[in-house]
């Protein structure tokens, strides 16, 4: 299978804080992914400006509340499913799919949930997790127990599919987020 948008679910550019800035009042929304509290001025402002055509990474929703929230595709507990429920429902109309393709190693046991990027897959047996909505292995290093998590281009078409599903208003990616799987 090869990854393809659902025509009646919208994509929202990705853009920089200094692309979103020369955006116009009205239009479409545009995903600014952006993490740094230190840039929290600049993007209030633009937050005032845009409101709700803004979409913001998740830890922005309560400082700015008039801001598009974008909740990742990327989880390494509990079942993505719940997880897109309880978005929507918080955030029900602003509610928008951030499409983060994940490959990353968790020694086992993991209590911050945090993994490190792989670049490369081994060829241990790998599972199809139901509830995490993407691809799995468990291997042993040194004594200790790690886990891999990944995507695929069927994983993310699925994870795009259920935030549909769950009533996200759409859906927002890097340009290149296929490279990485």
């Keep these: 299978m090869v990854f393809s948008p659902i025509p009646d679910f919208p994509r929202a550019p990705v853009l920089s804080l200094e692309e979103a800035a020369q955006l116009p009042r009205t239009g479409g929304p545009a995903a600014l992914p952006v993490r740094d509290r230190a840039l929290e001025d600049a993007v209030a402002a633009l937050s005032v400006k845009l409101g709700s055509r803004l979409l913001l990474p998740e830890a922005w929703s309560r400082l700015l509340p008039q801001a598009g929230v974008l909740v990742s595709s990327a989880i390494s507990g509990g079942t993505l499913k719940e997880r897109f429920q309880e978005a929507a429902r918080a955030y029900s109309h602003r509610c928008w799919l951030f499409l983060?393709?994940?490959?990353?190693?968790?020694?086992?046991?993991?209590?911050?949930?945090?993994?490190?990027?792989?670049?490369?897959?081994?060829?241990?047996?790998?599972?199809?997790?139901?509830?995490?909505?993407?691809?799995?292995?468990?291997?042993?290093?040194?004594?200790?127990?790690?886990?891999?998590?990944?995507?695929?281009?069927?994983?993310?078409?699925?994870?795009?599919?259920?935030?549909?599903?769950c009533g996200f208003s759409g859906w927002a990616a890097p340009e290149n987020f296929l490279q990485y799987l």
């Excluded at 020694?107 to 047996?125: D, N």
Aim: glycine fraction near 6%; charge should be negative.
């Design 100 to 165: 983060e393709p994940m490959r990353m190693e968790f020694p086992l046991p993991c209590p911050t949930g945090t993994g490190t990027p792989v670049s490369a897959l081994s060829g241990h047996t790998s599972f199809y997790s139901d509830a995490l909505c993407c691809y799995y292995s468990h291997f042993i290093r040194e004594n200790q127990g790690f886990m891999i998590l990944w995507d695929t281009e069927e994983t993310m078409a699925a994870k795009l599919e259920l935030a549909r599903a």
